[in-house]
């Protein structure tokens, strides 16, 4: 039996604004971290991670790569398996019933009032293949949830119904599309928090997901929101605050401590690698490693010159892994070393930042 794709309206069901505002929020305020569950790459870990029902569910079909660039931000189908995998996470809560989540290897079933983020990179379903052959015959099935997704640089909410063995949701009128680049980066630290689990990561991430629906909340009272059903051209949609080559370069300037990639910059603004090292050399006029490369040099020289910091915390400071490289770089741009440089600056002015 074919997933039917458009719902009927749910006339039990308040607006999706109502849902963010009144329901959601409370169950954060209420339970935090709690009730969030963070999928992972496989079968085995997954289960072992959770106390919630866990099915192996091999995948049969093979990956296929997206080419063309895609404001869902998908990179790869399984059309066999009824999957995608996509730049940025999928966060889902499940408002009622028992919810069967696909990913990757297997299926857990996530009880109402939990809700579950998918991380970029992990396959999941697309909604688009008969539920009873994904997940198996179950005429009891039933759950309504509520998901969020990054869409042209705002968050698109939508829900989703299972009955039994029918799959739908939300009419094209129904699904919202909110203008918050404040709401993406807070979904996008939520996700970093909680899958690198570095120290102090807890509450890190619930201050992500409480400022990712308190942004929300801002951007729906200020009407940043559009209807799919009700969009005449899709060029007018989108943050009007996103542009994701200059996010690259506030978050390159904000982490130059880290180590920067080019991968890892580009899955950051849900960019493919290839749109990424396209868009950034045409908006900027640089490639990716001559713009860090710059900011790094301009914030050695501001050091130098304002602060007595020892070479030690400067060179961590920018990220360069050894003394040799810190000189070596220093030496190869300015033509003098740190240190000659700081002794004949000391009480210039500083330089303008990059870009």
């Known amino acids: 039996m074919p997933v039917t794709l458009i719902m009927r309206t749910m006339p039990e069901f308040s607006p999706l604004d109502k849902i963010i505002t009144q ?64 730049h940025s996470p999928l966060l889902l809560f499940v408002l009622e019933g028992n919810a069967d989540v696909r990913c ?16 970029a990179g992990i396959p999941r379903a697309d909604g688009r293949v008969d539920v009873a052959q994904l997940l198996g015959d179950d005429p009891q099935r039933f759950s309504n ?12 909410v939508w829900m989703n119904y299972d009955r039994g063995n029918v799959h739908s949701r939300s009419a094209p009128n129904e699904m919202m599309i909110v203008s918050s680049s404040k709401a993406l980066r807070a979904l996008s630290d939520l996700e970093e928090e909680l899958t690198q689990q570095r120290q102090n990561y807890q509450p890190l991430a619930l201050g992500a997901l409480e400022a990712f629906f308190l942004n929300l909340q801002r951007a729906i009272s200020e009407q940043n929101v559009y209807y799919r059903g009700k969009i ?17 370069q506030k978050y390159i300037r904000e982490n130059l401590h880290e180590r920067l990639t080019l991968e890892k910059v580009a899955q950051k603004v849900r960019l493919s690698r290839t749109q990424f090292v396209k868009k950034f050399r045409q908006e900027t006029g640089e490639t990716f490693n001559g713009f860090v490369t710059r900011c790094r040099l301009e914030k050695a020289r501001e050091l130098l010159v304002s602060s007595d910091y020892p070479m030690q915390f400067i060179r961590k400071s920018l990220g360069l892994g050894s003394e040799v490289q810190f000189y070596r770089v220093f030496q190869k741009y300015e033509n003098c070393s740190p240190t000659a440089y700081r002794k004949a600056n000391k009480n210039s002015p500083i330089g303008n930042p990059p870009g």
């Open 145 to 156: 949830n509520i998901l969020f997704h990054e869409c042209r640089g705002g968050v698109e």
């Open 232 to 248: 005449d051209s899709w060029e007018e949609v989108g943050s009007k605050e996103y542009d994701p080559i200059r996010e690259a």
């Open 23 to 86: 329901q959601l929020m409370a169950w954060v305020a209420r339970r935090g971290l709690a009730l969030l569950t963070v999928a992972a790459p496989g079968y085995q870990a997954m289960s072992a991670q959770t106390h919630w029902p866990v099915i192996e569910h091999p995948v049969v079909g093979k990956r296929e790569a997206e080419r063309k660039h895609s404001f869902h931000g998908i990179s790869a189908w399984w059309r066999a398996d009824g999957m995608l995998e996509s």
């Open 104 to 119: 990757s290897d297997y299926v857990m079933r996530v009880p109402a009032g939990n809700a579950v983020l998918i991380p």
